[in-house]
């Protein structure tokens, strides 16, 4: 008896000193050594000024393609043109499909796979209240003035991807005005209807592959530096190294209609409430994925001890933390495919039955399942010959494979971001929207989508959403760091 109690305690022991020694060892493990590198001058001002002119073109993209102003699309360009003449004179420019712009700036070595920075021209409506569009409730400044106000330049767009975008032309056009020549090639590709449909990316994603190009890398939006994100302390750069697909499937039940005082035993609303019903009872695989891990072990540094030595020691606490992560709707969102049924559509008059009760459930895939199985498993559980099952007009789109971590053009990208924010720690991350990269998955499985600026992750719900803004230093510093992340992609 005495035997085995000293053999528990000699392995409980061990057992807290293996952890220990792990969390010491994780700790160590990112200390950011890297050498600050040298910014140009910016003035930031200036910048502001330039992304509060881009926001006054409403280059806004509508689900009904005969909606958007289109022309103005046009006069945009021109606008981009003429603000970014040094850029424009180096590279040779495109329409490669209606308003989609590729800009390609030469390199001098042609044995150096290119890169493609990706951004889109277009932005989601704002909502006025008025016929003249003038009135826009809950917005502090209106969403298409540009105002700049309190260190800030708001409207629709600064951050998506107006603010990814000029800052991009920003830093190029300086790049080009000091007669930089790239040994690399770098290749700017500007959709113009990212946030209806993406064919413009889509096209051009199809061009380079016609002309035999695989890119190093594509870099897009979708990750950028956040502070406050995850109860994470200080400043962590969300670098997205994998993006959710994308699924609608339309249920339709069907039964017999008529009176409501003689209702059959299978009614349409019936049918279909316990089909959306089933499906939310039987969810899909959720758990923590090679990137979730890493972005665990990377940001653990930063964590409270406690959080520490768990991460340390996913060998011994790995269930406890996934159950933790699972609680939380971004992280959940990260680790499996989402089940979210969207609009409910039946029924005309109180006492009439109806024939037919609609639902569409919005899917975002993760990386281990595929349309296919998705759809499988819907049926499979729905299991009822009264609803049929159908895709959406609006095509899916496959989860997109994992880039790299830790390898090949993270490593570049973590070291401009070491460089320039010292304060900040990179981080792998799964986007759980959809960004115009993910057309370029049949072009490399290398796409990283990050923009340098910094923003308070309580900034994202501005996305789409109200008083959208983006900070006046954060943006000039932005500029400054495309400057160097272009200077380094083309200098390779
Ligand atoms: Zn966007």
Do not use: C
């Not at 460089?419 to 370029?440: I, K, L, M, Q």
Request: glycine share 8%; aromatic share 8%; net charge negative.
């Amino acid at each position: 008896m005495k035997k085995i109690l000293l053999g528990l305690i000699g392995l409980i022991i061990i057992v807290v000193g293996i952890v220990l020694v792990r969390t010491a060892l994780l700790g160590k493990q990112v200390t950011n050594n890297a050498p600050l590198a040298k910014l140009i001058e910016v003035d930031a001002s200036l910048t502001a000024r330039h992304l509060s002119e881009a926001v006054q073109f409403k280059t806004v993209t509508m689900q009904n393609r005969t909606d958007t102003d289109w022309p103005l699309f046009l006069e945009f360009q021109t606008w981009l043109k003429t603000t970014y003449p040094n850029f424009y004179g180096v590279v040779s420019s495109e329409q490669v499909v209606e308003y989609a712009q590729m800009n390609v700036w030469q390199g001098s070595d042609a044995s150096l796979a290119p890169i493609v920075f990706l951004a889109h021209q277009d932005v989601v409506p704002a909502k006025a209240t008025d016929a003249a569009q003038t009135l826009y409730p809950g917005w502090d400044y209106p969403p298409f003035d540009g105002t700049i106000a309190g260190g800030f330049i708001y409207g629709r767009g600064t951050i998506d991807d107006k603010g990814s975008l000029i800052a991009l032309l920003e830093g190029a056009d300086r790049l080009a005005a000091s007669g930089f020549k790239p040994k690399r090639t770098l290749i700017f590709a500007f959709g113009h209807d990212e946030e209806v449909a993406g064919s413009g990316a889509d096209a051009i994603s199809k061009l380079l592959e016609k002309r035999g190009i695989k890119p190093y890398a594509v870099i897009d939006e979708g990750g950028a530096i956040l502070t406050g994100m995850a109860g994470i302390p200080g400043q962590v750069a969300s670098i997205g190294v994998a993006e959710k697909g994308y699924l609608t499937l339309i249920l339709t039940a069907k039964a017999r209609g008529g009176h409501s005082s003689t209702p059959p035993d299978y009614t349409a609303i019936g049918g279909l409430a316990q089909a959306i019903t089933k499906l939310e009872a039987s969810p899909f695989k959720n758990g923590r994925d090679e990137v979730m891990t890493k972005m665990l072990e990377a940001t653990a540094p930063r964590m409270p001890f406690k959080r520490r030595v768990a991460i340390a020691n996913l060998w011994l606490f790995g269930p406890i933390v996934d159950s933790e992560l699972r609680g939380v709707d971004i992280t959940r969102a990260m680790m499996g495919t989402s089940i979210a049924p969207t609009i409910i559509d039946a029924g005309f008059k109180e006492n009439a039955l109806p024939r037919e009760a609609v639902a569409y459930v919005n899917f975002r895939l993760h990386s281990r399942d595929s349309i296919k199985n998705v759809t499988e498993h819907v049926r499979h559980v729905i299991d009822d010959e009264n609803i049929e099952i159908s895709m959406s007009d609006n095509i899916g789109s496959e989860p997109s494979p994992v880039s790299q971590i830790d390898s090949g053009p993270y490593l570049w990208l973590k070291d401009v971001v070491n460089g320039t924010f010292p304060d900040a720690v990179a981080a792998p991350n799964t986007v759980v929207g959809g960004t115009d990269s993910r057309y370029f998955a049949r072009n490399t499985d290398d796409i990283y989508r990050f923009a340098p600026y910094v923003f308070d992750a309580s900034d994202i719900a501005r996305i789409h959403g109200l008083n959208e803004r983006m900070n006046v230093e954060a943006f000039a510093k932005a500029v400054q760091v495309y400057y160097l992340m272009l200077e380094k992609a083309g200098g390779e």
